[in-house]
């Protein structure tokens, strides 16, 4: 009763339901992690730690939330993928993206001293969140597709780009003019050429980036969640796991 004459101001919240039938992808991604990664020391060109810790919090948003059939993860970023007849929050676009983002980011902070034991935190880091609705199977597959060419193509360069200035003694200016212009074949040259380096022997894990899918353990109903560093892009992946886009 006191309270009603102020009540009206609840009709300023407006809904935000996203779309039915369509795929929900949550994207998060490391606010200014150029310089959270700077400030803590991680390895160049990649720091397994660093790494494994974006895994473990991943891992744990899909343990939370069930309608999340698959993760990737490469650099400072991570995607959700939720089926597409999700109900989770009744589709409420702001409640999702929010409470996965900061899901998230708890989580790793809260496993950060795990895989940094020797490193105490310097300042909170952040996420920021987007959800994007795809309506079909092929722009999912393509989605995927799109962030695993961009793992590739990032730790291809970076790969070269660290050999150059760790191994060859090269200025970070000089190792980018090196590289500007040069396709794949030229890059996995240099480092065979100048680093004895066989790009194929660089871990999974940095080529392909990190896949979270569910796994049923033993024909019993009990699931997991197990992380792959494996491709994505063909069709293998996919006809193995059917699952994965039919609801
Ligand atoms: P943003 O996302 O616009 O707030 O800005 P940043 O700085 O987070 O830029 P972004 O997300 O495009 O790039 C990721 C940054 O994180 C990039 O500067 C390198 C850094 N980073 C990610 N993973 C590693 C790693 O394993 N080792 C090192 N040394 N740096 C990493
Ligand atoms: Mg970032
Ligand atoms: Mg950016
Ligand atoms: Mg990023
Ligand atoms: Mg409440």
Redesign the pocket.
């Known amino acids: 009763m006191a309270n009603s004459k102020y009540a009206y101001v609840r009709n300023y919240e407006i809904a935000d339901p996203l779309l039915p039938g369509c795929f929900l992808i949550c994207r998060l991604?490391?606010?200014?992690?150029?310089?959270f990664?700077e400030e803590h020391g991680?390895?160049?060109?990649?720091?397994e730690r660093?790494?494994q810790l974006m895994d473990h919090a991943a891992k744990d948003v899909m343990s939370e939330y069930k309608d999340i059939v698959l993760a990737f993860g490469e650099?400072?970023?991570f995607s959700f993928l939720l089926r597409k007849s999700t109900n989770l929050y009744n589709r409420r676009h702001a409640k999702i993206l929010t409470t996965l983002t900061s899901y998230f980011t708890s989580c790793y902070v809260f496993h950060w001293p795990k895989y940094f034991p020797d490193t105490s935190m310097r300042y909170p880091p952040s996420f920021?969140g987007r959800i994007v609705l795809y309506p079909d199977e092929r722009s999912i597959r393509d989605y995927f597709a799109w962030r695993q060419a961009d793992t590739h193509i990032n730790n291809l360069y970076n790969t070269v780009f660290w050999a150059l200035v760790q191994q060859g003694g090269k200025t970070t200016t000089e190792a980018h003019a090196t590289l500007r212009g040069t396709v794949s074949a030229t890059k996995h040259e240099i480092l065979f050429k100048e680093f004895n380096m066989n790009y194929n022997d660089v871990s999974p894990r940095f080529k392909k980036g990190s896949i979270i899918i569910r796994q049923v353990r033993g024909g019993k109903a009990k699931t997991h969640v197990a992380v792959l560093h494996c491709d994505i892009i063909g069709d293998e992946f996919w006809a193995e796991r059917p699952y994965i886009l039919a609801s």
């Open positions: 991604d490391g606010h200014s992690f150029h310089r990664s991680f390895a160049k060109p990649n720091d660093a790494l650099s400072d970023e920021d």
